[in-house]
């Protein structure tokens, strides 16, 4: 018998920060790595993102008014400390560090919840592990897109709800209230959380104490939750004149698609079986599969395990919400999703299937905690399929953000314009709605662009475009493209040639002999 | 008296050996030819035939390539016929599988041969192990507390009404597997001894030779071995792991057949730990008389095992009609179901968990595999052993389902589905095309066990058919005989066996 006599590591007080090191040193290599090899700003989305944010603090027109309404604003307000500069505006940074953060708390997150359930340190860190070590998660993480940073806020706003649940204390209720208020304005998932939260909230007190109790902690609960909403509204109605313009405004989601469905692209809309199904193949490819059907089994356990407290149980479903709100707004039509081989031929939008990943590590870490006999098996197969996950590097994520929809190869209108425009003084007329990547890849400030957002300059660009616009960028004959259903009506149009035709837009230029009579210089007072 | 009962208890097993060597026999694969039987010394890969799968073939040909030329490396002529499961590496051309399959069936080969019969006795290295595949199920499902004749049946049960029943009439990996695995386990059971622990590391190098999945089927095992080996201890401040030398001895069973292998794959690959499998197939040859000149297509980038491929490949495995596990074996069910009542009821817990494991080690990378239909196949033949771990489980149903009166109402309508439809998957083709592939034949052939039923309404492949009972009924009454035959036997054992106490 060989025996081995060593002192007992005592861990458990140094897992937090050793966690958090080690998240973030994950965080920051895969982010380099993302960035290295040109996949972090693949997502034409995360593009947009930037831009939106840097348009708030440069640009012709800058100001807060540029955080428009295609998106919740959250994720761009919290650039606007970064995105002047041009590095963290290029790299993808100043979105991309949001995201990473979001990564390091999530995991953090998971770890808590799991030990608020008294789940042992090693179903903690098999939970953690199982969100951590996905491809799809970390290639997110490395984005300047809204998913992580939903993500954490979602998850924070669970976990402070089962600790509401759980020790009845006011001042959780407070910040499950204020991280579910900060995920409202990131995506309208949050919205649904807040809805089943304050259900939640409802029953919770209700089954403790009064109807009147439930209705003032609930109405408390929701007056602090639903501030994000309301100043969501009224922003609208500020701006746009008109509160619902982010659901039912031009470049809205949900217009764009109507005219999907028009076309007969959104199979989902009003189709429930389709729509559960479309959403769990984005689910089960985000997740690899067998976590989730781990998952399903920890969600069984969890929600019949007379151990816990009912209304730890209870509180738990929150994690559940993401399922439920992408399957209704599938079925809505406000939400679109591709499968490739299943609905087309693309992965578009495939990533929101990972809005589940914090709740699968949960009840994986549950479920190991449980099924004491079946834990080195559950480990064992975790471990096999994660090792080929992250060894392949394959994430449909990253098949949505480089083939179809997500992405849009910019890279040679982009690089025409920073080649002919660079050292060339005069603006470009341009739409954001339609080509942000453009302006974006182009590498060029803010400043040389002429878009929707500038108010009088669009104007005068789209009205007269050869006193304004050297370059005009657009698609032709393409009436959704607004520069070319101003600009085609436009007089001046005449004084154009075509100098480039690429797959996404054309390229024209002012005739030589007009450029004398150009506006170089910003001479509306905005 | 007592030598009648001594008799009695020891001759069950070799008279049921017996039984199970006749009925196989009754299927084996070939047709009578002008000089004796036919595919004794071509290369006839025709539907039907024993050379249908280039799985079979190509390790075919590698046994007679060692047996007939004494050397690992095809001629032009084994080389086509190993097509497309052939792989080169500069003028040598060798079987894109590891050799063990081909190895086992060298002195069988040889055998065969003696009678003029070589690829009749290659083949019955695969039959005889399925035979031996029946005792280790029911050895295993013994121990666990199955009666004798229960956990008989499970054995009998795998062979004969799961798709190891196709797959005991070729040469391929999935009942020496299965076997390994089995064995494997097994030996689980017995005292944790130096002799024990070089069997078990024998089985897994073996089981490497055989098919490298295998040993992933086996890590669970080992790690069960790792288990009673390691004993920590915990006190207040300090940690005290125990380990016994006896382990150590299981790396010296598992290394003289790893350097089979490395020395295997040195002399094909050109590199002791390059596995064929991952050099890319040889496609096409120019014509026999040049020189050949293969194009070599390789291997897709991503590793062999992806779990994007896990959504399909779990559907496909499990439940599809292409290839699906309960869809083909429906009777399997059972079995999963009394290794969950032994789980329960039984006071060693980790050996079912062992079990499951095993099961999911072997269901979860072939779920991974880009191909979970194995080309042109019966069933899901890469689960065989899967089916032979959850067979083990028949035995337990027997003996633990209560009420007892519900069990035939579940069993027997049950087995008589999974023998129908694996008796006729033995009796006619094991080639059957994916969904996707049979969609663009010109000619029309269902990718399902329907192209079974209609290939025997005209011929079925059964050797003894052709030689003794052309002349007395069609091939299709044949397969009915059969089938009742089986049915009728299996249900007097399911029926003996609901009376036997464990």
Not at chain 1, 363 to 369: A, D, M, P, S
Not at chain 2, 201 to 227: H, K
Request: glycine share 8%; net charge positive.
């Amino acid at each position: 018998m060989i025996t081995l006599n060593l002192p007992k590591p005592s861990l458990s007080r140094y897992i937090v920060p050793a966690l958090t090191f080690i998240l973030s040193v994950i965080s920051a290599v895969f982010y380099v790595h993302y960035l290295h090899n040109g996949l972090a700003l693949s997502y034409n989305d995360a593009r947009s993102h930037l831009d939106i944010g840097r348009r708030v603090v440069e640009g012709l027109k800058p100001g807060l008014a540029q955080l428009g309404s295609v998106w919740l604003p959250l994720n761009h307000i919290l650039m606007i400390p970064t995105i002047w500069n041009d590095f963290m505006w290029h790299s993808g940074l100043a979105g991309a560090i949001q995201s990473m953060i979001s990564f390091v708390a999530t995991g953090l997150l998971i770890y808590k919840y799991l030990a608020r359930l008294k789940v042992g340190i090693l179903g903690r860190l098999i939970g953690v592990s199982v969100f951590v070590a996905n491809v799809n998660i970390l290639y997110m993480q490395s984005t300047a897109m809204t998913e992580l940073l939903l993500l954490a806020t979602m998850t924070a706003g669970c976990y402070f709800l089962l600790l509401w649940h759980q020790d009845d204390n006011l001042i959780n209720l407070v910040q499950a209230a204020f991280w579910i208020m900060l995920s409202t304005l990131i995506r309208y998932d949050g919205w649904f959380l807040l809805f089943i939260a304050a259900i939640l909230v409802f029953i919770q007190v209700l089954r403790k104490h009064s109807f009147k109790q439930a209705e003032g902690e609930t109405f408390f609960f929701v007056t602090l939750g639903a501030l994000g909403i309301v100043l969501w509204l009224l922003w609208n109605a500020a701006i746009f004149k008109d509160p619902l313009y982010f659901v039912f405004g031009p470049f809205a989601a949900h217009t764009q698609q109507e005219q999907l469905a028009q076309a007969g692209n959104l199979p989902t809309l009003h189709n429930i079986d389709y729509s559960t199904t479309i959403y769990l193949y984005a689910l089960l490819y985000n997740s690899y599969t067998l976590p989730a059907i781990f998952a399903l089994a920890g969600v069984a356990i969890f929600l019949f395990d007379e151990r816990l407290d009912s209304s730890s149980r209870i509180s738990t479903l929150s994690l559940l919400t993401p399922f439920v709100f992408n399957i209704i707004a599938l079925y809505l039509g406000f939400s679109v999703l591709f499968i490739q081989g299943l609905s087309g031929e693309t992965w578009f939008n495939v990533r929101y299937g990972i809005m589940l990943m914090p709740s699968i590590g949960i009840f994986i870490g549950y479920l190991f905690h449980r099924l004491k006999d079946f834990r080195w098996m559950i480990a064992g197969l975790l471990i096999f399929v994660i090792f080929f996950g992250l060894a392949n590097q394959d994430a449909v994520t990253v098949d949505d953000a480089r083939v179809g929809s997500s992405q849009k190869n910019v890279s040679e209108v982009a690089g025409y314009l920073a080649s002919h425009a660079q050292d060339q003084p005069g603006y470009i007329l341009i739409s954001v709605a339609s080509h942000d990547a453009i302006i974006f890849s182009s590498g060029l400030p803010m400043s040389r662009f002429i878009h929707e957002g500038t108010g009088a300059y669009w104007i005068a660009a789209t009205t007269a475009p050869d006193r304004w616009a050297r370059w005009i960028v657009m698609r032709t004959y393409d009436n959704t493209d607004l520069t070319w259903k101003f600009v085609s009506k436009a007089p001046g149009f005449k004084n154009y040639h075509l100098v480039k035709h690429y797959p996404f837009a054309d390229v024209y230029e002012l005739n030589n002999d007009l450029i004398p009579d150009l506006h170089f210089i910003p001479l509306i007072n905005p | 008296m007592k030598i009648l009962t001594r008799i009695k208890k020891n001759s069950l097993n070799p008279a049921l050996f017996l039984v199970g060597l006749l009925l196989l026999s009754l299927l084996v694969k070939g047709q009578p030819g002008p000089q004796g039987i036919r595919y004794q010394h071509g290369y006839d890969t025709s539907v039907g035939s024993p050379f249908e799968s280039s799985n079979s073939s190509a390790r075919y040909a590698l046994t007679e390539a060692i047996a007939k030329y004494h050397t690992i490396y095809f001629d032009i002529q084994e080389a086509v016929f190993s097509l497309p499961d052939l792989a080169g590496h500069g003028e040598r051309y060798y079987p894109i599988f590891t050799p063990g399959i081909s190895f086992l069936a060298v002195p069988f080969y040889w055998l065969g041969n003696l009678f003029g019969y070589p690829q009749i006795g290659a083949y019955f290295s695969t039959l005889i192990i399925s035979l031996l595949d029946i005792f280790l199920i029911a050895k295993i499902s013994q121990k666990l507390g199955g009666g004798k004749v229960a956990s008989l049946l499970g054995g009998f049960t795998f062979l004969f009404a799961t798709n190891a029943l196709s797959y005991s009439l070729t040469l391929t990996q999935h009942l020496a597997g299965s076997f390994v695995i089995l064995l494997a386990i097994l030996s689980l059971t017995w005292d944790r001894n130096f002799k024990n622990n070089l069997i078990f590391g024998v089985l897994v190098g073996i089981g490497a030779l055989f098919d490298i999945p295998n040993v992933l089927a086996l890590l669970p095992a080992l790690f069960y071995v790792l288990s009673r080996h390691i004993h920590i201890a915990e006190y207040s401040n300090r940690l005290k792991i125990s380990i016994r030398p006896s382990l150590f001895v299981l790396a010296l069973g598992v290394l003289p057949l790893v350097a089979v292998f490395f020395w295997y794959n040195l002399a094909t690959t050109g590199s002791a730990l390059s596995v064929a499998q991952f050099g890319g197939r040889v496609k096409s040859f120019q014509p026999v008389n040049i020189a050949p000149k293969a194009s070599i297509v390789h291997g897709p980038q991503l590793l062999t095992y992806n779990p994007r491929e896990m959504v399909q490949g779990l559907y496909i495995l499990i439940v599809s009609n292409e290839r699906g596990w309960f869809y083909y074996n429906p009777i399997i069910a059972v079995g999963l179901l009394g290794l969950i009542l032994g789980y329960r009821k039984s006071q060693s817990k980790s050996f079912f968990v062992l079990l499951f494991s095993t099961i999911l080690m072997i269901i979860v990378p072939y779920s991974m595999f880009g191909d979970p239909w194995g080309g042109w196949s019966f069933g899901a033949r890469y689960l065989i052993p899967a089916s032979a771990v959850a067979c083990i489980g028949i035995g337990l149903a027997v003996s633990y389902i209560r009420p007892k009166i519900l069990l035939p109402f579940i069993f027997i309508p049950l087995l008589a589905l999974s023998l129908y439809i694996n008796i006729l998957g033995a009796l006619t083709t094991a080639q059957i095309p994916p969904k996707q592939e049979a969609q663009y034949l010109s000619t029309h052939i269902p990718y399902t066990y329907k192209y079974n039923q209609q290939l025997i309404k005209n011929d079925t492949s059964s050797l003894a058919y052709h030689l003794l009972f052309s002349d007395y009924v069609t091939p299709q009454t044949y397969f009915y005989l059969y089938l009742g035959l089986l049915l009728v036997g299996l249900t007097g054992l399911f029926i003996y066996s609901l009376f036997e106490k464990p």
